[in-house]
C-alpha cells in the first residue's frame, strides 16, 4: 500500500512539510521496489535507498532542530532523542542480512517508516506547529 502525505501529517510549517513529503517519497520508493516482480536482485537499489533515507533525514532533523531552536520549542530534547535513534537505527542495518533476504528486509524497512511517519510526524512533529502557532491544536 503506498504511503500518502494528507493534511493529517502537516504542521503548518512549510519547509517541514516539504520535507516530510519527500520522506514519504522515498517511503514509496520503497514500497515500488517491494512490489517489482521484474527485478530479482534488489540489493543495489536497497542500499541506495537507505543511503539516500539516511543522508536526507540528518539533513531534515538538522532544518527541524534549528527550527525548534528559533522558536524556544520546550520539547527539543525529546526530538532529538528520537532523531538519533532514528538515524541510529539506519546506520546499523546489517547488509548481509538485506543480501540474504531482500524482500523481508524491505518489509521491515517499510514497517518502521510506516510506524514513523504516521507515530513522529503526527504526534511529536505536530506539537511544533502548534507551538510555532501555525496550527490550532
Excluded: C, P
Aim: aromatic share 12%; charged share 30%; glycine share 4%.
Amino acid at each position: 500500500m503506498k504511503y500518502e502525505f494528507t493534511d493529517d501529517y502537516l504542521t503548518g510549517i512549510e519547509f517541514i512539510d516539504q520535507e516530510h513529503a519527500h520522506l514519504f517519497e522515498i517511503a514509496n520508493e520503497t514500497y515500488d521496489l517491494l512490489t517489482d516482480n521484474l527485478v530479482t536482485d534488489k540489493y543495489d537499489r536497497i542500499v541506495s535507498l537507505l543511503e539516500e533515507l539516511r543522508e536526507y533525514t540528518k539533513t531534515h532533523f538538522a532544518h527541524e532542530e534549528e527550527y525548534m531552536e528559533s522558536i524556544h520549542f520546550q520539547h527539543i530534547w525529546s526530538e532529538r532523542h528520537a532523531h538519533i535513534l532514528f538515524v541510529k537505527k539506519l546506520e546499523e542495518v546489517d547488509l548481509q542480512k538485506v543480501d540474504d533476504s531482500q524482500d523481508e528486509y524491505i518489509l521491515e524497512v517499510l514497517d518502521f517508516l510506516a510506524k514513523w511517519l504516521t507515530g513522529h510526524i503526527k504526534g511529536a512533529d505536530k506539537r511544533i506547529g502548534v507551538a510555532a502557532g501555525t496550527i490550532k491544536q
